[in-house]
C-alpha cells in the first residue's frame, strides 16, 4: 500500500500565486487532516475532515480553503500565497474509532513564497 | 482542550547513554498518547503510542514510554542510544472530539554523539 501520498515534494511560489497540494490516501480512512510544520512550532492543524463532503477549520486556517469530495482525496488550495505561508506542509489520515487509532502522515510538500 | 509541552529543543547524548526526552500534557478528558519520530526531509512516523491499558509502552527501534497521571508525563527513554536514532521527536495527544485530531509539542531535536 502506499499510505498517504502528497504532491508535490516542493514548491516556489510568487506572492499572490495560487496552488493547490494534493493528498491522497488508500486506505479507506475517514478522518484526514492538513497540518503545517514551522521550526520550532511544532504542527499546527489547518482544516480536517471527518468524511467525504464535511470539513472544517482547525488551529491556523485562514489563507487556506480544503475539499473532500470522496474519501480518498483532501487537496489543501491557496488562493493568495503570502511569505508567512512558507512552510511544510503534511497531510495524515486516520480511523473514524477505537483504540488502535492512529495517525499515518504523508512525505510533507516543502513551500516556499517569495 | 489539550496541550503538550517538550521540555528542551534540543538534547545531546553520547552513543551507548541513556535517552530521555520528555513530555507533559493537559487533558480534560483520559488521554491518548503519542511520540512520532521524524528523520531529515521525511514525514512522521509512530514510535509509540497510549491508549488504556498498561502505562509502560514499548514501540519500535528500543523506545519506551510511561504514562503517568499523577505526574500528567508521557516521557520517552531508550537504554542506550543509537548514531540513528538522531532525529526529531514529537510528542502529541490526541482530541477527544469527533475528529481526533493532534495536538503536538513542539518537538525535541535529538543529537547522538559518537
Same mark, same amino acid.
Given at each position: 500500500?502506499?499510505?498517504?501520498?502528497?504532491?508535490?515534494?516542493?514548491?516556489?511560489?510568487?506572492?499572490?500565486?495560487?496552488?493547490t497540494?494534493?493528498?491522497?490516501?488508500?486506505?479507506?480512512?475517514?478522518?484526514?487532516?492538513?497540518?503545517?510544520?514551522d521550526?520550532?512550532m511544532? $504542527?499546527? %492543524?489547518?482544516?480536517? =475532515?471527518?468524511?467525504?463532503?464535511?470539513?472544517?477549520?482547525?488551529?491556523?486556517?485562514? +489563507?487556506? &480553503?480544503?475539499?473532500?469530495?470522496?474519501?480518498?482525496?483532501?487537496?489543501?488550495? $491557496?488562493? %493568495?500565497?503570502?511569505? =508567512?505561508?512558507?512552510?511544510?506542509?503534511?497531510?495524515?489520515?486516520?480511523?473514524?474509532? +477505537?483504540? &488502535?487509532?492512529?495517525?499515518?502522515?504523508?512525505?510533507?510538500?516543502?513551500?516556499?513564497?517569495? | 482542550?489539550?496541550?503538550?509541552?517538550?521540555l528542551?529543543?534540543?538534547?545531546?547524548?553520547?552513543?551507548?547513554?541513556?535517552?530521555?526526552?520528555?513530555?507533559?500534557?493537559?487533558?480534560?478528558?483520559?488521554?491518548?498518547?503519542?511520540?512520532?519520530?521524524?528523520?531529515?526531509?521525511?514525514?512522521?512516523?509512530?514510535?509509540?503510542k497510549?491508549?488504556?491499558?498498561?502505562?509502560?509502552?514499548?514501540?519500535?527501534?528500543?523506545?519506551?514510554?510511561?504514562?503517568?497521571?499523577?505526574?500528567?508525563?508521557?516521557?520517552?527513554?531508550?537504554?542506550?542510544?543509537?548514531?540513528?536514532?538522531?532525529?526529531?521527536?514529537?510528542?502529541?495527544?490526541?482530541?477527544?472530539?469527533?475528529?481526533?485530531?493532534?495536538?503536538?509539542?513542539?518537538?525535541?531535536?535529538?543529537?547522538?554523539?559518537?
Amino acid at each position: 500500500n502506499a499510505g498517504v501520498t502528497q504532491t508535490p515534494k516542493f514548491r516556489i511560489l510568487k506572492i499572490g500565486q495560487s496552488m493547490t497540494l494534493q493528498c491522497a490516501q488508500d486506505m479507506n480512512h475517514n478522518y484526514m487532516y492538513w497540518y503545517r510544520q514551522d521550526p520550532g512550532m511544532g $504542527l499546527k %492543524l489547518i482544516y480536517y =475532515s471527518v468524511g467525504a463532503g464535511i470539513t472544517d477549520k482547525g488551529e491556523v486556517p485562514n +489563507g487556506y &480553503n480544503v475539499s473532500r469530495s470522496t474519501t480518498e482525496d483532501f487537496p489543501l488550495r $491557496l488562493e %493568495l500565497a503570502a511569505p =508567512s505561508q512558507t512552510s511544510v506542509y503534511f497531510c495524515a489520515s486516520s480511523r473514524r474509532q +477505537g483504540e &488502535n487509532t492512529e495517525a499515518f502522515f504523508g512525505q510533507g510538500t516543502r513551500l516556499t513564497v517569495v | 482542550a489539550q496541550s503538550v509541552t517538550q521540555l528542551g529543543s534540543h538534547v545531546s547524548v553520547s552513543e551507548g547513554a541513556l535517552v530521555l526526552l520528555r513530555c507533559n500534557y493537559s487533558s480534560s478528558v483520559p488521554p491518548y498518547l503519542f511520540w512520532y519520530v521524524q528523520y531529515p526531509n521525511q514525514g512522521l512516523q509512530l514510535l509509540l503510542k497510549y491508549t488504556t491499558g498498561a502505562t509502560l509502552v514499548k514501540g519500535i527501534n528500543g523506545f519506551e514510554a510511561e504514562f503517568k497521571k499523577s505526574e500528567t508525563s508521557f516521557h520517552l527513554t531508550k537504554p542506550s542510544a543509537h548514531m540513528s536514532d538522531a532525529a526529531e521527536y514529537f510528542c502529541a495527544v490526541m482530541g477527544s472530539g469527533s475528529a481526533r485530531q493532534l495536538t503536538f509539542g513542539s518537538g525535541t531535536q535529538l543529537t547522538v554523539l559518537p
